[in-house]
Every structure is written in C-alpha cells, then in structure tokens.
C-alpha cells in the first residue's frame, strides 16, 4: 500500500494540510490589503512549493532599504520561518500509507534546502528589483525562464533526506509548473476584482499549492531507495542536483550569449552598424542645415520633430522614417554625445547611450533650445525606451525648455518603483548583487561589463523623482505608445487615456510603420486609432505579472490615479 498511490479522497482526507495551506495565504492576504494593497497577488505564494515559495520571500527581503543589522536578522528569520513553514507542509502532505519524517528531520532537510535555494535564487531576485527599478519588459521576461529553470531541478527540494542525489520525476516538474500557471491566474483575478477579493482568491489558490504539496510529497515517499555496493548504488550517490543546477546555469549563459549574437547584430544592420555612423551624421547633418535654411521656407509651417532613440543605438539615423511618414517637417535625430559647435548631432556608439538621467535631461534639452532657436517654433519629441527617461529628467530640470508636443514610446513607466541603498550605512547586499548581475550579463553583450550600470545607479536615486516631477507638465499634449510586451511590468490599475498599448516588442517602435503612422496622426492633429481590446489584454497580463515581482506597499502614481 505504501508505494501505490492513495484514492481519490486521499488528499481530501488531508484536512490540516488544506487548512494550513488556505488559511496562511488568506491571513497574508489580510495583512497586504491592510498594509501594502499593491502587492497582495503575492499572498498564495506564501504556501507554494518549496522554491516559489523561496523567490516570494527573496522579494519581500529585497523590497525594501534595511540597515546590515536589520538585513541580517531578516535573512535569517526568513530562512528559520521558511523552513519550519516547508517542514510542517511535508509532514502534514505526507501520504496517510507512508511514514512522515520525523520532526526534527524534516526541519532539519527544510533548512540545508531553504539556504540552498536561497543562495541559487537570489541573483534572480535582484534582477527583480532591477526590473522594479528600470520597468521594461526584456529582463522579466528573461527572469521566469531563468527562475523556473531553476526550480525545476530542485522542485522536490527539502521533502526527504538525500533530495540532492536524485533529480525530481517528471510528476514532481509538472506539479511545480501547475502550481506557478495557478499562482499567476489568480493574481491575473485579484488584479480586477475589488482589493477585498483578494482573501478568497488566495484561499482558492492555497488549496491549490496543498494539492500541489500533496503531489509532491506522493512522488518523493514513493521514490525507491538505494541500496547495495554496486555501480547503481554509486550512480544514485553522485549529487545529480548540484550537476544539475551547473547545467542550467550553462544553458543561461549560452542562451544570453545567443540573444546577443543573434539579436544585437540584426538591430546594428537596420540601424547602419558602428561603422556607419559618422556617414549618417554628415549626411543628417547636411540634410539639415539645408532644411533650415532661408530657401525652405516650408518647414516653419509645423513644429520640428526631436526623435530620441533608446539605449544601446547608433548616431543618427532613427528619425529617417518619420521623416518619410511626415514629408513636411524637419525631423532631427537626438545624439547621446550632444551636439558641435556648429549645433549638429555627434556620431555616437551603444556605450555612450550610459549616462546619469541629469546629463541626458540637459543634453535633450540643449538640442531642443537649439531646435527651437533656428526655427523660432517649440518643439515636438518623440522618445522611445531610455529617452522617455531623459525626457523626464529634461522636464524635471529645465521645465521652460520650449515643447509643444511629447510623444513616449515604449516608455518606461514608473521607474524607481523600488530603489536600493546608497552608503549611509545600510544594506548593499541587493545593489551589489544586481550590479553584479549586470556586470555579468554586460560582459556577454556588445555593451561591456560596464552594461548600463551608470543608467541603473541613476535611475535607482533620481528616476521616480524625475517622472513625478514630469507628470505635473499638465499643459503638455503627450501621448505615450506601450508595446504589449511590455504590459508585464505595467502597474496593475487602470492606465491614463493617452496611452495606448500596440502589439510590439520593447524598443521596437521607431521602426514600426504602423506606430509610426500613430504618432503622424498625433502630431499632426489628427484622429489616432485606439485599441481597447489590446489595453484590456494589457491591463490583465499586468496584473498577472504582477505575482513575480518585487512587491510595492502601493501602487506608482504616476500612472495609477490615487
């Protein structure tokens, strides 16, 4: 009987598992509403399995500025209350046919894997807290398959003495994955039900995660033990979840290394690669001072156009296809290094787009001034990706510089929802580890190990600053274009009017025809097409996302109305 899967009602006679797993994630659905509303789609997780469990705590912890003392007793509160938590879990998940582990044992396994999983999963983590801090959708989406991947291996993690030395069943992978679409399905429905709903759709999904920890704790009781001398005996020996967890890095690495390999050198041919851009500067440039001359007179008769393009890009062709889409309006081309002394745009390469937000805010601004003096007109912009945040920076430190219309695409939202420590004293441990992280990942790309660790460090102190500040140019018209892949790191509320959600990748717009022809009828005063039901599927997948970042007391006004 001990090996053969129970009946039917063999999880529901588990009440005090059920119990345990529903009431724990409704009472820490009780206390987000009453404390931190943003962040109660996190409060199922609280009972999950054993390393979606760890990442939820991870986030708690990283969420937030603590001195070392404070960092210090929470990590290792975090780590003695998980592993009590996943220690009366086993026991109480534990088949009625087989013998549970003892107390002290299955405390004892709970913590040599909690520490594990917590030392595997933490640079995960701090790339969430990048995310929180600069919100685009190109490292979450990279963060999942990175933390699913894994979790996989150690989806069994903690349930038995030895877990190390055998690699999950498929079983154990599918339960893990089916509690992680569940988790992410009922924050999808706390996102738009009332704050109040949020307790019985955390009861809901915690009966999930007891299921879940009742599948997980069959297959390990039923998982055959080794014994004998021989070859199988030393085969079942050998520690296959480290060596797996040394593949999945590798596959990580590989993978980032492809992105790169792949993607990068795509994007450079479209843009003219770094060999073309001084051409394009003199070729822009001519085209330029010819257009602003006396004899072309056509060009005052609409504002000229600043078109600033994102992180990672080339000088200075990115405002070629608005120029075509608008035949009739000069159209210039932002350049991270500024200007000559002639005031054209320099040639610049991917690294220089690395800059503190007050330096990129003065230098739009300065093009703009220049804009605006040889042509006597304000000024129209359209950024796109790390432009939006100059933009902000550029209204934050020189509110009078002379715009007439603003256009965001891709914009970065909310940035600096989270922020770590500076100095002072307190905890450098999640800063470090991200800039870590990016040194790593910068030491794979085109870009350096230096990676945008400048744009990080800047938009961590000054970013949410500056687009507050931004977001009180009321008498600004502004429209603001977010790609659909982009919603994963949308705040979960209802978005402004303006802006409007495209079915597009990050940082892709500038290319995009049919974007571009939104932003034409824009500036030119005319009717723009809207698209509810992608800004529906926008709002819903936000509120899904929102289950695997760092958590926020409330959410980031600006965008969400208070």
Not at 32 to 56: D, G, K, S
Not at 244 to 271: D, E, S, Y
Not at 457 to 480: K, P
Not at 495 to 519: C, E, I, K, T
Request: aromatic share 6%.
């Amino acid at each position: 009987m001990a090996n053969r899967p129970e009946g039917a009602t063999g999880f529901l006679a588990h009440r005090g598992l059920i119990a345990f797993a529903t009431g724990a994630a409704m009472a820490e659905a009780g206390l987000l509403i009453a404390f931190a509303p943003a962040a109660r789609a996190l409060a199922p997780q609280v009972t999950a399995v054993p390393p979606l469990a760890v990442f939820h705590d991870l986030r708690w912890l990283y969420s937030a500025q603590r001195s070392w003392l404070e960092f210090t007793l929470l990590l290792a509160g975090l780590v003695l209350a998980r592993s009590a938590v996943n220690a009366v879990l086993v026991r109480l998940a534990w088949p009625a046919a087989g013998r549970a582990p003892a107390p002290l044992a299955a405390l004892r396994c709970a913590l040599g894997f909690t520490v594990f999983a917590c030392l595997l999963i933490s640079p995960v983590a701090s790339l969430a807290l990048g995310v929180a801090i600069l919100p685009f959708s190109w490292p979450f989406l990279a963060t999942l398959p990175v933390m699913l991947l894994i979790a996989l291996p150690i989806s069994h993690g903690g349930m038995a003495s030895a877990w190390w030395q055998r690699l999950p069943s498929p079983t154990a992978g599918g339960w893990l994955l089916a509690d992680f679409a569940v988790l992410s399905v009922a924050a999808a429905v706390t996102g738009q039900l009332p704050i109040a709903a949020a307790v019985p759709v955390a009861g809901l999904a915690g009966l999930v995660n007891a299921r879940a920890w009742y599948g997980l704790t069959a297959v390990v009781a039923r998982a055959p033990a080794a014994h004998g001398s021989g070859l199988l005996a030393r085969l079942h020996s050998i520690p296959s979840v480290p060596l797996a967890m040394v593949a999945a890095i590798a596959v990580v690495i590989l993978a980032i290394r492809l992105v790169f390999l792949v993607g990068v050198p795509a994007v450079h041919a479209t843009q003219g690669g770094p060999g073309s851009g001084t051409a394009a500067v003199g070729s822009v440039a001519v085209a330029q001072q010819a257009a602003i001359s006396p004899s072309h007179p056509q060009w005052s008769r609409r504002p000229p156009v600043l078109v600033v393009p994102g992180f990672g890009s080339y000088c200075c062709s990115h405002g070629q296809s608005l120029a075509r889409a608008m035949p009739n309006t000069l159209v210039q081309t932002f350049s991270y290094r500024g200007l000559d002394r002639a005031g054209n745009p320099l040639p610049y390469g991917p690294a220089d787009s690395n800059l503190p937000l007050p330096v990129l805010g003065d230098r739009i601004a300065a093009q703009v001034w220049r804009l605006h003096a040889k042509t006597g007109r304000r000024v129209d912009v359209v950024a796109e990706s790390e432009g939006t945040l100059g933009v902000y920076a550029m209204l934050a430190l020189h509110p009078h510089v002379p715009l007439g219309t603003v256009v965001l695409l891709s914009p970065i939202v909310a940035p600096g929802q989270a922020s770590y420590p500076v100095g002072g004293g307190s905890a450098e441990l999640p800063g470090s580890e991200l800039q870590g992280v990016v040194w790593f990942v910068g030491g794979l790309s085109p870009f350096g190990t230096s990676g945008a660790q400048t744009l990080i460090g800047s938009v961590n102190q000054v970013g949410a600053r500056f687009a507050a500040q931004a977001a009180r140019h009321h008498q600004l018209r502004w429209m603001a274009l977010v790609p659909l892949a982009d919603a994963v790191t949308l705040p979960t509320c209802s978005l402004p009017p303006n802006v409007l959600v495209v079915p597009a990748l990050h940082g892709s717009l500038l290319g995009d025809q049919a974007a571009l022809g939104m932003v034409r009828d824009f500036l030119t005063h005319q009717r723009v097409a809207r698209t509810q039901g992608l800004r529906t599927t926008a709002q819903i997948v936000a509120a899904a996302a929102s289950a695997w970042r760092i958590p926020l007391a409330t959410t980031p006004s600006p965008p969400c109305p208070r």
